[in-house]
């Protein structure tokens, strides 16, 4: 059964930074890509970032040069680092394996 579980969501200032979390069983992850996606109120769920097997990384254009996703394959963990966070990143943020399955989501807040 797989399951991807997701942490280190909140309320931060805008222009802060925070660390999202997705632990993943049950399935292969070395050999799996991975992702994170977010979904805002009352806009589509939408890809934020993806890393392949390999580490190979791809970004919306509107999170370049802020969020960094990376994975550590030993601990079957994959990671959002939002720097310089805005506003308009406020959301649910989901971890994904590329395919169907889908974490809980967590709330990510940006706000004054």
């Known amino acids: 059964q797989v399951q991807l579980v997701e942490s280190g969501g909140g309320l931060v200032q805008p222009g802060g930074s925070l660390r999202l979390s997705c632990a993943a069983s049950?399935?292969?992850?070395?050999?799996?890509?991975m992702a994170w996606y977010r979904q805002a109120p009352g806009k589509q769920r939408e890809l934020v970032a993806g890393?392949?097997?390999?580490?190979?990384?791809n970004y919306a254009d509107s999170v370049k040069g802020r969020f960094t996703i990376s994975r550590d394959n030993a601990k079957k963990m994959v990671y959002l680092q939002m720097n310089s966070l805005k506003p308009e990143d406020t959301a649910v943020y989901y971890c994904?394996?590329?395919?169907?399955?889908w974490g809980q989501g967590i709330q990510v807040t940006v706000s004054s």
């Open positions: 049950g399935l292969l992850f070395s050999i799996s890509a």
């Open positions: 890393i392949t097997s390999g580490g190979s990384t």
């Open positions: 994904n394996n590329r395919g169907s399955f």
